[in-house]
Nanobody, 113 residues
């Protein structure tokens, strides 16, 4: 079954860090670029970062310099290291093989003091 499973979210204080993980089916991971998206309450889902098979990366302006996307092709896993977190980063975070309709359940990130 084609699927992705996100993990690593939680509650963190402003300025803190979290590392999200997304485990993907091997046949997806070996074909597609991977993206991290987020959706805050009342807002549309937005692309946060993406990474190609060749490790080229792209970031939303709002997270540049704070978030780092990476992938481990041997483990079929993509990561999102989130540093200097802000309350506006609060959202459900999803990973997605770029261009597909494959979505996981997401992982909640809450940044609050």
């Amino acid at each position: 079954q084609v699927q992705v499973v996100e993990s690593g979210g939680g509650l963190v204080q402003p300025g803190g860090s979290l590392r999200l993980s997304c485990a993907a089916s091997g046949n997806i991971f070996n074909i597609y670029a991977m993206g991290w998206y987020r959706q805050a309450p009342g807002k549309q889902r937005e692309l946060v970062a993406s990474i190609t098979k060749g490790l080229d990366t792209n970031y939303a302006d709002s997270v540049k310099g704070r978030f780092i996307i990476s992938r481990d092709n041997a483990k079929n896993t993509v990561y999102l290291q989130m540093n200097s977190l802000k309350p506006e980063d609060t959202a459900v975070y999803y990973c997605n093989p770029v261009g597909t309709k494959v979505w996981g359940q997401g992982t909640q990130v809450t940044v609050s003091s």
